[in-house]
């Protein structure tokens, strides 16, 4: 199928644009795209790694400002916006060098489901948990993560049903608001964060505010209307509304186990342990929307209950139930090496399996020679 992008937002268009076409033409033709998207993505990890080195419980910024050294914060809004440059002009470098491929287009939008958690993790250390005076609550950390996945989800159940991506404007926003948080706390420091803003509202709040607000009243209403449109112009992908929903039953479904683990865990997981649970989510979300973005590239069904269900249902399970007792943190460190382990796995063999059949390799422009 040819990929197609629509990209409306007027940051994007008269400002990010510009630059990015400025900062392609430095960018030597030997290079493949997939390298600018995955030396983004890597840029992405070093840094959450970095910042959970300080900062392993999120209490860092909140109880003792002054932990997390300034140079970290500085680095992170550098790294930010290497990734966001690379992850911008990957798509314009594979035209400039005639590679544009499927492979690459699962490449950059796999990699970016798994990214898109790992930066609101990241940003998590500038606010800091909630201490009793300021920072924001693990439970609603996770309903903002779960929020911005669900943003995520949305665009490609979209393209799934439309076969177009329409980006959405909340990208980014996030992501220059994402720099300039960075840039803010490097150079006034953490204490910003903890003096409130107007009337008694902190910045996070506002943050807060403003996600919830571009999530329900613009990304989702415009997904909706997409879709819609499309089913105007008999240009919808798939006839029956019960494919077009089956996308979604397996994150919905997701979505709700680790809600009812979060809810009625006995030793408060995520409370002890919102690191390791977050990244988790993220993992999780990841690997279940790669197979949406497969399936909707290569014009298949996805299946209704996505695999890791099944294990996550039992340990979820094992959990509230009690029968893993004082285990549960100890469960749920070892299950999610054993989940980060199968999803990376799992997207080195799709990115095989695809060099292969297209006669590519994933990091160099050079042909493969047939056998």
Same mark, same amino acid.
């Given at each position: 199928?040819?990929?197609?992008?629509?990209?409306?937002?007027?940051?994007?268009?008269?400002?990010?644009?510009?630059?990015?076409?400025?900062?392609?033409?430095? *960018?030597?033709?030997?290079?493949?795209?997939?390298?600018?998207?995955?030396?983004?993505?890597?840029?992405?990890?070093?840094?959450?790694?970095?910042?959970?080195?300080?900062?392993?419980?999120?209490?860092?910024?909140?109880?003792?400002?002054?932990?997390?050294?300034?140079?970290?914060? %500085?680095?992170? !809004?550098?790294?930010?916006?290497?990734?966001?440059?690379?992850?911008?002009?990957?798509? @314009?470098? !594979?035209?400039?060098?005639?590679?544009?491929?499927?492979?690459?287009?699962?490449?950059?939008?796999?990699?970016?489901?798994?990214?898109?958690?790992?930066?609101?993790?990241?940003?998590?250390?500038?606010?800091?948990?909630?201490?009793? &005076?300021?920072?924001?609550?693990?439970?609603?950390?996770?309903?903002?993560?779960?929020?911005?996945?669900?943003?995520?989800?949305?665009?490609?159940?979209?393209?799934?049903?439309?076969?177009?991506?329409?980006?959405?404007?909340?990208?980014?926003?996030?992501?220059?608001?994402?720099?300039?948080?960075?840039?803010?706390?490097?150079?006034?420091?953490?204490?910003?964060?903890? &003096?409130?803003?107007?009337?008694?509202?902190?910045?996070?709040?506002?943050?807060?505010?403003?996600?919830?607000?571009?999530?329900?009243?613009?990304?989702?209403?415009?997904?909706?209307?997409?879709?819609?449109? !499309?089913? $105007? &112009? @008999?240009?919808?992908?798939?006839?029956?509304?019960?494919?077009? $929903?089956?996308?979604?039953?397996?994150? #919905?479904?997701?979505?709700?186990? %680790?809600?009812?683990?979060?809810?009625?865990?006995?030793?408060?997981?995520?409370?002890?342990?919102?690191?390791?649970?977050?990244?988790?989510? =993220?993992?999780?979300?990841?690997?279940?929307?790669?197979?949406?973005?497969?399936?909707?590239?290569?014009?298949?069904?996805?299946?209704?209950?996505?695999?890791?269900?099944?294990? %996550?249902?039992?340990?979820?399970?094992?959990?509230?139930?009690? #029968? %893993?007792?004082?285990?549960?943190?100890?469960?749920? =460190?070892?299950?999610?090496?054993?989940?980060?382990?199968?999803? *990376?796995?799992?997207?080195?063999?799709?990115?095989?399996?695809?060099?292969?059949?297209?006669?590519?390799?994933?990091?160099?422009?050079?042909?493969?020679?047939?056998?």
């Amino acid at each position: 199928s040819q990929y197609s992008a629509v990209d409306t937002n007027p940051l994007s268009v008269y400002i990010m644009q510009p630059i990015w076409n400025k900062i392609i033409k430095i *960018v030597p033709l030997w290079i493949a795209p997939n390298l600018l998207t995955f030396s983004g993505f890597v840029m992405i990890l070093f840094n959450y790694f970095l910042i959970s080195f300080y900062d392993w419980d999120y209490t860092a910024s909140g109880t003792s400002p002054g932990l997390v050294p300034t140079w970290v914060w %500085l680095f992170s !809004a550098f790294t930010t916006f290497c990734a966001y440059a690379l992850d911008s002009i990957d798509g @314009k470098h !594979a035209r400039r060098t005639q590679s544009s491929s499927p492979l690459g287009e699962l490449f950059d939008h796999g990699l970016d489901s798994w990214a898109t958690s790992i930066f609101v993790l990241s940003f998590f250390s500038v606010c800091s948990r909630d201490n009793g &005076k300021t920072g924001v609550s693990v439970y609603t950390m996770y309903i903002y993560l779960s929020i911005v996945l669900f943003n995520f989800m949305c665009s490609h159940w979209e393209k799934y049903n439309t076969g177009v991506l329409f980006l959405p404007w909340g990208y980014d926003i996030s992501q220059v608001v994402l720099i300039a948080a960075y840039l803010l706390t490097g150079t006034v420091g953490v204490e910003v964060w903890q &003096k409130p803003l107007l009337f008694g509202y902190y910045i996070t709040d506002v943050l807060v505010i403003l996600l919830i607000g571009f999530s329900l009243f613009l990304s989702f209403p415009q997904t909706l209307y997409n879709i819609h449109r !499309a089913y $105007l &112009k @008999k240009t919808l992908k798939n006839d029956s509304l019960y494919e077009g $929903l089956l996308p979604l039953v397996s994150p #919905l479904l997701l979505f709700v186990l %680790l809600t009812v683990w979060v809810v009625l865990s006995p030793n408060n997981i995520l409370a002890k342990q919102p690191r390791l649970f977050l990244w988790m989510v =993220g993992v999780a979300f990841s690997n279940v929307i790669c197979k949406v973005i497969i399936c909707q590239m290569s014009s298949t069904r996805p299946e209704l209950f996505h695999w890791f269900l099944f294990p %996550l249902a039992l340990v979820v399970y094992a959990a509230i139930s009690g #029968l %893993l007792g004082s285990m549960e943190e100890a469960v749920l =460190g070892v299950f999610t090496a054993l989940l980060t382990a199968a999803h *990376v796995h799992y997207g080195v063999c799709v990115g095989r399996q695809l060099s292969e059949h297209l006669n590519i390799y994933i990091f160099s422009l050079k042909k493969r020679v047939q056998e």
